[in-house]
């Protein structure tokens, strides 16, 4: 059995988003098309990565693609048991049914489980206009006719978000302090805006997922009920392996791998368990840098950096090296333009934090981060910043 496949057009404006919901509740009760969410900007390209000539699996409801941050974007299967399964163990962990503020581009799994999960308990969920980006006026407009119901009050954001309503203040924050709950993902969050947060008296929940896994299904180092963690490989850090109701059930193209074996997904990251049994992401395997032998975790270094309160934000990367294979190093914001941090001061945080082979050995302050798809760092992106520095010192010595 199978089913036809169609894009939908994601819109911005808050409206045009809440139309989307028949066609998003026909996809799951199995009455209309699957769907592949796409955006005016990417819709060629994701329908080309895609393909649309064949009829998906027939429990296929979404196919979502990816942001390509690996290489060619590719489109994840999810069956309505799965973004179901994800939805109501989400709500339950939360603190069960409530009205979400959805403020995330429903082309991502992300903003789409808010869909999903407001479908599943019968509620309509408000939306943030993302017209012209996400601006924290927007965020606390939206957020008045959520904040003024009873019962729990949800919101979904990524990093760059919420650094942005950290450090603008005012009403978007106001209402951000106003939920019961704010399901935090996509990205990993320096720990100075998780701290920066706490202190501000937002309720934070770190989410650990991806499109494969219907999104987040690991909240606070916990699973949500019905998923299983286990790590491979070396240990005390092993490859992150999930299993549960929440799994995709392949990829579009075929890939000629299944992504599920026995039940579990192998993920591209690395972790390891914390003593009091939560799981911590380490990073990704891909990202790993080998540097004279020496294997080292950029998430490692960018958090060491980024707990500097003269650093707003930090990548790390790896760039070839004859003498070293790889050496690492960093793009960094800082939190003060005007005063930007002592690179001494980098290096030692580094040092002290994560050792001598992972201080970084070039630093180049930049005004913001490259991203990629929702709060994602463009590493490409990064490491061209670094070639363009090679570049020009190569032509200075000619």
């Not at 979404?62 to 994840?76: E, F, Y």
């Not at 973004?83 to 962990?93: C, E, G, P, Q």
């Not at 969920?125 to 012209?132: C, E, K, R, S, W």
């Not at 294997?295 to 990548?315: D, G, H, I």
């Amino acid at each position: 059995m199978s089913r036809e496949l169609r894009p939908l057009l994601v819109p911005t404006a808050p409206r045009e988003v809440l139309a989307m919901l028949p066609a998003l509740r026909a996809a799951l009760d199995g009455h209309g098309p699957a769907l592949l969410p796409v955006t005016a900007a990417d819709r060629q390209r994701l329908v080309s990565a895609v393909g649309l000539v064949a009829p998906v699996p027939g429990h296929t409801a979404l196919v979502v693609g990816t942001s390509g941050s690996t290489g060619a974007p590719k489109g994840v299967m999810l069956s309505a048991r799965a973004l179901v399964a994800s939805a109501v163990a989400t709500n339950d962990r939360l603190g069960g049914p409530g009205r979400w503020l959805m403020a995330m581009s429903a082309r991502y799994i992300g903003g789409l489980q808010v869909l999903i999960r407001s479908l599943v308990v019968g509620t309509t969920p408000a939306v943030v206009d993302l017209t012209g980006g996400f601006r924290p006026m927007e965020f606390a407009k939206a957020a008045r006719s959520v904040l003024s119901d009873d019962g729990p009050r949800y919101t979904a954001l990524v990093p760059t978000q919420l650094s942005r309503l950290l450090s603008d203040g005012g009403a978007g924050l106001d209402a951000l302090r106003g939920f019961d709950a704010v399901v935090l993902g996509g990205a990993a969050a320096p720990e100075t805006v998780l701290a920066s947060a706490a202190a501000a008296g937002v309720r934070i929940v770190v989410s650990y997922g991806m499109s494969e896994t219907a999104g987040g299904c690991v909240h606070d180092g916990v699973p949500l009920d019905g998923v299983r963690i286990r790590l491979s490989g070396a240990q005390p850090t092993g490859r992150i392996e999930l299993s549960g109701p929440v799994l995709t059930h392949g990829y579009l193209p075929d890939t000629g791998r299944p992504p599920v074996v026995d039940g579990w997904f192998a993920t591209s990251d690395l972790g390891r368990w914390l003593p009091d049994g939560r799981l911590a992401v380490v990073g990704r395997i891909d990202d790993l840098i080998n540097t004279g032998g020496v294997k080292v975790s950029p998430l490692l270094v960018e958090q060491a950096l980024t707990a500097l309160a003269e650093v707003s934000s930090a990548a790390v990367v790896g760039i070839e090296d004859p003498e070293w294979g790889h050496r690492v190093a960093a793009a960094v914001v800082p939190a003060d333009p005007a005063g930007p941090p002592d690179e001494s001061a980098l290096r030692a945080a580094v040092r002290d934090s994560v050792g001598d082979a992972a201080v970084p050995k070039e630093f180049r302050l930049v005004t913001e981060l490259p991203l990629l798809g929702p709060g994602k760092v463009d590493r490409g992106a990064v490491r061209a910043i670094f070639a363009r520095s090679d570049q020009v010192h190569r032509r200075h010595c000619e």
